[in-house]
């Protein structure tokens, strides 16, 4: 589905990613784990759109997509959630959600908003509410189903757990687990490492721009050599 080969991105004369290789298939959830600074906002990055590698290929479904603007790689099914859920907060989340399937047709989008009601049943109960007024679990769950609007062919989530109480954290795993389930293809950086292995098909671990290490979830937590790198466990 996703094929990343060789990507160096730099910020000014800082190369932030050097030569990173990684591929998701169809169906798998893949984790990126790291400490902080290591590069995985910037990998995440490179692959949406938002930044431009200086050298290397990202390529969705064979085709070459590398330097494609977000919103061609939004067309291209590769929906990012950010970090810090950057909602329109002066919108109600309906307003949200249709944003998020401006790029799907009308029937399919009121289709996805009856699937989005069903799989985050708080979002229901804050139909009208602006945005801004959201809880901050509530906020991420926006954040996801809104991604989820666009029918991504690859979703990718950026450290969706920060900032939530203990047992939000529970529920965006549990949205993760049930996502798998589903058969979608999954990204997903993650500061909560441990966690994240125990769900992830395979992972990566990134230090200073480069994969350091790449297996099964269950590989990577097994690697006792790794832990200083598992940040947030
Ligand atoms: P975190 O877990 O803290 O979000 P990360 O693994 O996502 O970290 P990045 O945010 O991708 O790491 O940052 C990788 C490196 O690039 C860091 O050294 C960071 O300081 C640097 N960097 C990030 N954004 C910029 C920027 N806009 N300009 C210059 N340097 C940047």
């Known amino acids: 589905m996703l094929e990343i080969e060789g990507i160096t991105t730099r910020y000014g004369s800082i ?33 949406s759109g938002l930044l431009k590698p200086s050298t290397g290929t990202v390529r969705v479904e064979g085709v ?10 939004l067309r291209a099914g590769v929906a990012l959630v950010p970090e810090h859920r950057r909602i329109f ?24 908003i009856d699937e989005m009601v069903e799989l985050f049943p708080v979002l229901k109960e804050k139909w009208n509410t602006s945005a801004g007024f959201l809880s901050g679990g509530e906020a991420q769950q926006l954040a996801i ?14 450290e969706p757990s920060l900032g939530l109480a203990p047992i939000l954290v529970d529920v965006v795993f549990d949205l993760i687990r049930e996502l798998r389930d589903q058969g979608k293809t999954l990204l997903v950086v993650e500061q909560n490492a441990t966690r994240m292995l125990g769900i992830s ?3 990566y671990v990134l230090r200073s721009g480069a ?16 832990f200083d790198t598992f940040v947030g466990n």
């Open 145 to 158: 189903a809104r991604a989820l609007m666009s029918k991504p062919r690859l979703l990718m989530m950026d």
């Open 89 to 112: 907060t002066d919108l109600s989340v309906v307003e949200n959600l249709k944003i998020g399937g401006v790029t799907v047709s009308a029937s399919d989008r009121s289709a996805l």
């Open 64 to 73: 070459d997509v590398t330097g494609m603007s977000p919103d061609g790689m």
């Open 15 to 47: 190369s932030a990613l050097r030569d990173v290789s990684l591929t998701v298939g169809s169906g798998e959830v893949v984790g990126l784990i790291g400490p902080n600074g290591a590069g995985k906002t910037t990998l995440l990055g490179s692959i």
């Open 201 to 203: 098909d395979r992972a």
């Open 211 to 226: 994969v350091v290490a790449e297996g099964s979830g269950a590989e990577l937590l097994a690697r006792e050599d790794l």
